[in-house]
Each structure stands twice: as C-alpha cells, then as structure tokens.
C-alpha cells in the first residue's frame, strides 16, 4: 500500500475485554516497531520486530499485552483482560533497516 | 538503555526567529539519529536523519548537527513560520528505535 494502515481508527472496549490491534506495513519493510501514546505524553516503545521476530520485547507493559507479526508483513498486538490505564493511542510504524521510519495514523483505545 | 533527552517541553518564539532544540543522549552514540515532527491528533512525521559520521545536515530551512563526543544533537528551525507550530521528537536508531518526549514550539506571528 501506499503507507502504514492501522485498524481500526477507534476502538471503545468495555474493561475485562481482549482487543486486537492491526498494522499493515509499507510493504518491503522488514523493521516494525509498536507506540503506545497517552494524551500529552511522549511515544512509549512497547515492541519491535525485524522480519518476523521480535529481538526486543522489553517494552511490553505486562504480560497482558502480547504481539506477533505473520509473513513478514501485517502485525497485530493483543491486549487481554483490558484495564483503563490501556486507554491510549497506539501508533505503528515501519522502516527499510534502521532509516526512515513511516507511522499509520494509529488506533484510539478507549477502555470503559 | 539509551536514556534521551530533550531541552524544555515547550519553546515559544516569535515568527523570523530560529528555534534551537537539543537532543541529548547518555550511552553509546548511535548509527543514526532522525527528527520527527507531530502534529496534534497525527502520527510522527520524518525530517532528517544524520549518520554519525555527518557533522551537519541540512533540508530546506531545517538543520540538523549531531557530535557524538558531546552525545547531542541539535535542531534549528530558521526563518520561524507559525505552521512550524508543533512538537518535535529526537529518535535513536541502533536496533530499534527510540524516542525522546519532544520539544513543543510555538511560532507567535
């Protein structure tokens, strides 16, 4: 495609539930990375994936949360048993190795 | 893990001036740091990336210097325009990317 495309746009969970987050990648890309951004804050690393491992999972907030990426391509990130401090947008992002990286609009999670 | 560091969460200049930002960074100097603009309500956009061989990089009204001795980059904005209005993020890139909180700037007209 022609960007990063994240789906959906807006998701409002009721707390207890499981959500899956969706990002397909620039295709070719073989770097993708998960944000999680609370209102006024800064972009929180939560995982990143080269090829279809994850080297680096240190960012994952808890053992709730949980990411996978299939075919070196569309990656989903799962949050199980939702609580309210998971309300956040949630931004993906694709690169070529280690240059220029290309963000999808993110997912809104609200969580209530 | 890298810890970074950018000056004041919020810098307000009057439009024609040059907004410096600071990027600070506490381990090892990375291949690559880039420069990200975030617009209210949008994901991070790219602007520049230098190597760490690169003393200066330069885009249009955009500069970019990085020293790795000092482990600092630093970002101007020249000639302000109130659409340079927005944050700015510092990004490591050694295996992975990571960010700093960012800069807010202001452009008064």
């Known amino acids: 495609g022609a960007g990063v495309s994240q789906s959906p746009s807006n998701k409002v969970t009721e707390k207890g539930k499981d959500v899956e987050l969706r990002c397909d990648p620039i295709?070719?890309?073989?770097?993708l990375y998960w944000y999680r951004q609370s209102l006024g804050q800064g972009l929180e690393f939560l995982i990143y994936?080269?090829?279809?491992?994850?080297?680096?999972k240190s960012g994952l907030p808890s053992d709730r949360f949980s990411a996978e990426r299939t075919g070196g391509s569309v990656s989903t990130l799962t949050i199980q048993r939702t609580q309210q401090e998971d309300s956040a947008v949630y931004l993906c992002?694709?690169?070529?190795?280690?240059?220029?990286?290309?963000f999808g609009q993110g997912t809104r999670l609200t969580v209530v | 893990s890298q810890k970074i560091e950018q000056n004041s969460e919020a810098l307000n200049i009057q439009e024609g001036k040059t907004a410096t930002l600071t990027c600070n960074y506490t381990?090892?100097?990375?291949?690559?740091l880039q420069w990200y603009r975030q617009d209210p309500g949008r994901g991070p956009v790219f602007l520049l990336l230098i190597r760490e061989n690169e003393k200066e990089k330069r885009k249009e009204r955009l500069k970019v210097t990085f020293d790795t001795t000092l482990k600092q980059s630093l970002f101007h904005i020249t000639a302000s325009q109130p659409a340079d209005s927005a944050t700015y993020l510092c990004?490591?890139?050694?295996?992975?990317?990571?960010f700093g909180a960012g800069t807010t700037v202001t452009v008064r007209a």
């Open positions: 992002a694709s690169s070529l190795d280690l240059g220029e990286a290309f």
């Open positions: 381990n090892y100097s990375p291949a690559y």
């Open positions: 295709s070719g890309h073989t770097a």
């Open positions: 990004a490591l890139n050694d295996y992975k990317l990571s």
């Open positions: 994936f080269q090829g279809n491992s994850a080297p680096d």
